[in-house]
Antibody, heavy 119, light 106 residues
Framework: QLQLQESGPGLVKPSETLSLTCTVS??????????WGWIRQPPEKGLEWIGS???????YYNPSLKSRVTTSVDTSKNQFSLTLSSVTAADTAVYYC???????????WGPGILVTVSS | DIQMTQSPSTLSASIGDRVTITCRAS??????LAWYQQKPGKAPKLLMSKASTLESGVPSRFSGSGSGTEFTLTISSLQPDDFATYYCQQYESYYTFGQGTKLEIK
């Protein structure tokens, strides 16, 4: 059973950069049939897609966040990563990594990591 | 941007009830729609894709229908494990989620 696990700091200061990594286990990140994505959920709110990446490094991002988002992939470690720059309190959320089927639905999710933006 | 609107926002129902949640898209998304179930403190779980294709292991009491701009998720006979928040998601153009429908015990 494929597993994903987010890791990174739980607290980030305003104006700094949020960095998270997702480690994929019991499966290969180099699957030709899937992308990998990041989704976030502010406390007591809904879900927002942030961006997605293919094992080749091809990326695409939510237009509303594109100027601040970068994703990367490390196939040797079976990991992919997210950086979000110039964070504010509005970026406080649970961040999920997930596997994205080519058609566009997210079939496996990590448990999520709460990132709080505060000084 | 394609906006997704779910109704109702909250739904109170009893064990054994048949319930329906509606999801409307701001423009046609064909059948590029998924439904998720989320329980408190947990990640969303994919229930179905392409509007009506159930994921493996999802009980048959869940069903989906619709195309274009209007979609429904129906639970034929509510079980205790079904009380959760449900989200729709379009994947016609990028990915956007509905605001969620919280299914509560009456």
């Amino acid at each position: 059973q494929l597993q994903l696990q987010e890791s990174g700091p739980g607290l980030v200061k305003p104006s700094e950069t949020l960095s998270l990594t997702c480690t994929v286990s019991s499966g290969s990140i180099s699957s030709s049939s899937h992308y990998w994505g990041w989704i976030r959920q502010p406390p007591e709110k809904g879900l927002e897609w942030i961006g997605s990446i293919y094992y080749s490094g091809s990326t695409y991002y939510n237009p509303s966040l594109k100027s601040r988002v970068t994703t990367s992939v490390d196939t040797s470690k079976n990991q992919f990563s997210l950086t979000l720059s110039s964070v504010t309190a509005a970026d406080t959320a649970v961040y999920y990594c997930a596997r994205l089927k080519l058609e566009g639905d997210f079939d496996y999710w990590g448990p999520g990591i709460l990132v709080t933006v505060s000084s | 941007d394609i906006q997704m609107t779910q109704s109702p926002s909250t739904l109170s129902a009893s064990i054994g009830d048949r319930v329906t949640i509606t999801c409307r898209a701001s423009q046609s998304i064909s059948r590029w729609l998924a439904w998720y179930q989320q329980k408190p403190g947990k990640a969303p779980k994919l229930l179905m894709s392409k509007a009506s294709t159930l994921e493996s292991g999802v009980p048959s009491r869940f069903s989906g229908s619709g195309s274009g701009t209007e979609f429904t998720l129906t639970i034929s006979s509510l079980q205790p494990d079904d009380f959760a928040t449900y989200y729709c998601q379009q994947y016609e153009s990028y990915y956007t989620f509905g605001q969620g429908t919280k299914l509560e015990i009456k």
